[in-house]
């Protein structure tokens, strides 16, 4: 058998295939097809017939491996890969998860974007051996290079810069979803001093909302735990396109009892099968669910008992100034992180365990029966309570009062709270879309206010916010350098600040109509900007420092921008050396100096860990890397060698890093990456995050890679511990054990008297702002471009057999009353516009559309758009500065967890025929 390395063996065999199936194109006159004849008897006589053994020989391999699927999708499923002379020939499901008791069955996971990743990595996009760039930026003009030159060039600008314009002018914004590949990036970041973004901000994939009331905001149960609910919302969240493995959960939980609930702007497939379709117009979510809230409330449809518990409703607050009550209010030498309540049984103020300035470190309230509503006097200063507010503040929003707003009739919100009031086992299925609006971050405290009122988080239900990783201390300690903190920022602000998106969003944006409904404008959001930065809130390196080398890994970072088109220029002006590495050539990678190839999915040796499952996925390379492709580690490890070889050569040795007490040993950085060479290799490094995991441990490592996973121990979870014979819920150890939250009162905490959220009236969860999208109402058209079925994000999104289940290019879907308005039929090439940018779609019918939306669902590059325009061309970016809030307990600067999220859907535009 061929070796898998045999690069003579892999041509023989493309050509074979290729020629074989070139010869299954030409005329019948030159094929066999013509030729068929019935043979009676096939055991004594069988004719040799190749094109017969063309379909055998695709069932047969040399070898079977093991590998996972990465690149935004958080399942987690195994995969059996079947390779033939080093060949990834096709994949195909492992269905050998073990079941829980009462629990439906997991088997099989996968999905068709899976399925084809084999086909796909066959396509010519797929990279093959380093590029530098020839023509202009962008030009897609290349030639090829060794390793040895691509890497010389990078770490001698590396070098350079920061030795002539001081550290931290170096740019890693990376997402590739494995451990080792993501950890590359991180170490390698430290070690230099360079400046790691925020790429789940870069996204719009941030929670920062939710965030203020607990810690963790991206937390959820296992999928499986759906089937344990007797009542789950979807709320803008469509499972049954974008959780293809898991979404039998929800269906099976229907047949077992429960209600399902879709919450969407459109009646997508998920509202087929659920037994309550509310649809909420986009960007007033937040109306909606204070509107719930107010039910619940009105009606007494709430566990006093749990509220005063686990959450801060009962603490008191001072009628004067709007503050907590606070030790320092009794005594100037008191702490401000110890809060109070009412106890009822002694008529006195009590002061509340478990905060963070609490010695007591429990929600246990023992005696303490505190008050959840009254005015009170504390010595001589009045006081109320949390909930009190609350019922002030929500009071104004009724099904009735909201309607206008959101366009739902009460009816239907009365009859949806009612269920919810009822339900015994409640779960919010939160999407990413919500969040991605202006209306995300008060609507995301709402949700869990709902969930929270009824009793039920860290009970019999959770709020899931899409994924959390499980706790590997390995991988913390793989991606930590003791003494090197480097520098993090938003990715949001750092493109805002390079990419020059402020000033976009100045000329596109009423500033009238913002400040009427938002209370600022752009302006204002620039100047908090600067505010927040100067008090330290935010990192502030994108303000005085520029990326005059970027090296991406594994992210276009221009397509999950708004407006790439301006982001590119802007950024590229401050960039010397552009360097991306990726597994194919995608639309972010034309604009690079130096492009390298990282190994693909079936081709790296890594793992993968989602706590959708209970389980750590292996990627166990059934293949090595073909032509010169090199996994992510490799090519950190390559380049750290050929930083710390240049460095000697050059006589360049530790530069001083006083702006974070740090420093960088250039002539060292090879030793310090390996850690002297223990983790020089794929496997050592893995077999280091494994073996320094408390919940894997040593052993596991042939497991995954002979299983294709590996289950995860208790101590995995970040919220709670995992259990053996159920479904893994977050947060129960809160209710269980009467651990405090790691928020400032130590309790789910919905009140917040922080400066800012008193100076934008924002200290209860309730609207922000009077609902809808926020671009010019001269555009009649809200756009939004949701996850497809047919990619993950961009991966793919351009493989030709899933191109085959839709038109095969760029669409935009529009509600047919709306189109034939316009003169747009069905298939009509369109031009969607506004002052921003435009792009070019084929119009699509869509009857599940309000008349006022178009759809344009996201993943596809830019260059399979005419004119290389992209469906964020026409996108203009806003920051809201209850994001930029910092220097107040638990709400701080906190990267994948609280900064700006990037907020993708507040513009509108206008479509027209091309």
């Not at 990279?127 to 030639?143: D, I, N, S």
């Not at 006093?304 to 709007?322: C, I, M, S």
Request: glycine share 8%.
């Amino acid at each position: 058998m061929n070796s898998p390395a045999d690069g003579t063996s892999r041509r023989r065999f493309l050509q074979f295939s290729l020629g074989a199936l070139a010869s299954a194109a030409a005329p019948s006159s030159l094929w066999a097809f013509s030729k068929i004849q019935p043979i009676e008897d096939p055991l004594k006589d069988y004719p040799y017939r190749d094109w017969e053994d063309l379909y055998r020989n695709e069932w047969t391999w040399d070898s079977v491996g093991v590998m996972t699927h990465s690149n935004g999708c958080v399942a987690g499923c195994a995969w059996n890969v079947f390779v033939k002379n080093g060949i990834p020939m096709r994949e195909e499901q492992i269905s050998a998860y073990p079941q829980l008791p009462g629990i439906p069955d997991m088997n099989p996971r996968g999905c068709q974007k899976g399925a084809v990743y084999c086909s796909w990595s066959k396509q010519p996009d797929h990279l093959k051996w380093p590029l530098k760039r020839v023509g202009e930026r962008g030009a897609r003009q290349w030639k090829r290079v060794s390793w040895d030159e691509a890497l010389t060039e990078i770490a001698d600008k590396i070098i350079d810069t920061t030795v002539n314009r001081g550290p931290g002018n170096i740019y890693m914004p990376k997402r590739p979803f494995a451990v080792i590949s993501n950890t590359a990036y991180t170490r390698m970041a430290k070690l230099l001093g360079a400046i790691s973004p925020d790429v789940s901000s870069m996204t719009g994939d941030l929670y920062p909302g939710i965030q203020t009331v607990r810690v963790p905001a991206r937390t959820v149960s296992t999928f499986d735990d759906w089937f344990t609910s007797d009542l789950i919302l979807m709320w803008h969240k469509n499972p049954i396109v974008t959780r293809i493995p898991d979404a039998h959960f929800l269906m099976e939980a229907r047949y077992n009892g429960a209600r399902l609930v879709n919450i969407s702007a459109d009646y997508n497939p998920s509202s087929i099968h659920s037994d309550l379709f509310v649809p909420v117009a986009s960007g007033t979510d937040a109306h909606l669910a204070s509107a719930i809230v107010n039910v619940l409330i009105a009606g007494k449809h709430y566990k006093a008992d749990y509220l005063k518990e686990q959450t801060d409703l009962p603490f008191l607050v001072r009628t004067d100034n709007g503050k907590f009550l606070r030790e320092k209010d009794f005594n100037a030498e008191g702490s401000d992180e110890i809060f109070y309540v009412w106890d009822t049984k002694t008529g006195k103020v009590a002061p509340a365990p478990g905060s963070m300035g609490s010695k007591d470190k429990t929600l246990s309230l023992g005696a303490v029966d505190p008050a959840l509503e009254g005015t009170f006097k504390a010595g001589d200063i009045e006081v109320t309570t949390v909930f009190e507010r609350l019922k002030k503040e929500i009071a104004p929003y009724t099904p009735e009062s909201t309607q206008a707003t959101t366009g739902v009739h009460p009816s239907v919100v009365r009859q949806l709270a009612g269920w919810i009031a009822e339900c015994k086992a409640l779960r919010i299925l939160d999407g990413y879309n919500n969040q991605k609006h202006m209306d995300g971050f008060q609507c995301g405290r709402l949700k869990i206010l709902i969930l929270t009122l009824i009793g039920h988080h860290g009970t019999t239900g959770s709020i899931d916010t899409t994924y959390e990783g499980w706790k590997l201390e390995g991988g913390k300690a793989l991606g930590t350098v003791e003494g090197r903190p480097g520098r993090s920022v938003s990715a949001v602000l750092a493109q805002w600040v390079w990419g020059e998106q402020y000033k976009r969003s100045k000329a596109y944006y009423d500033d009238g109509q913002l400040r009427a409904e938002l209370g600022f404008g752009v302006d204002d959001m620039e100047a908090m900007r600067l505010e927040s930065e100067a008090k330290g809130w935010m990192p502030k390196w994108q303000s005085i420092k520029n990326p005059v080398v970027s090296i991406t890994g594994g992210i276009n970072m221009f397509a999950t921008s708004n407006g790439y088109e301006n982001l590119r220029d802007n950024f590229l002006k401050r960039c010397e050396l552009n360097v991306v590495v990726d597994f194919r050539l995608n639309s972010g990678a034309m604009y690079a100096d130096i492009v390298l190839p990282a190994a693909g999915n079936t081709e790296k040796l890594d793992i993968r860990e989602t706590s959708v499952t209970r389980f750590i996925h292996a990627f166990g390379q059934p293949v090595k890397p073909m032509y010169e492709r090199k996994t992510d580690w490799q090519i950190l490890v390559a380049l750290a060698a050929k930083i710390q070889e240049r460095a000697k050569a050059r006589g360049i040795g530790r530069v001083e890093d006083p702006e974070i007490k740090s420093f960088i040993d250039f002539d060292k950085v090879y030793d310090e990456f390996t850690m002297d060479g223990k983790v020089a290799g794929d496997e050592q490094a893995v077999r280091f995050v494994m073996e320094s995991s408390k919940a894997l441990g040593p052993g596991t490592y042939e497991e995954a890679m002979t299983k294709g996973f590996v289950a995860v121990g208790p101590s995995a979870g970040k919220t709670a511990p995992v259990p053996k014979d159920k479904p893994y819920r977050p947060f129960t150890v809160n209710v269980t054990d009467k651990k405090p939250y790691a928020t400032l009162t130590g309790r789910l905490q919905f009140y917040v008297d922080h400066d800012w959220f008193q100076r934008l009236d924002a200290t209860v969860p309730k609207p922000q702002y009077r609902g809808g999208v926020l671009g010019p109402k001269k555009y009649p058209f809200v756009r939004n471009s949701p996850h497809t079925r047919w990619g993950i994000h961009s991966f793919a999104r351009t493989e030709q057999w899933m191109l085959r289940h839709q038109r095969g290019e760029p669409d935009v879907r529009m509600n047919p009353k709306a189109m034939a308005a316009k003169g747009i039929k069905d298939g009509d090439m369109v031009r969607i516009f506004n002052s921003s940018g435009e792009f070019f779609a084929m119009a699509k019918a869509m009857p599940a559309l309000p008349e006022n939306m178009l759809f344009t669902e996201h993943g596809w590059e830019q260059y399979q758009y005419k004119n290389m325009t992209h469906y964020n061309s026409v996108s203009s970016e806003l920051i809201n500065p209850l994001e930029l809030v910092g220097g107040y307990g638990h709400i701080k600067f906190t990267s994948g967890a609280f900064n700006p999220n990037r907020i993708f859907y507040e513009t509108t535009v206008d479509v027209e025929k091309a």
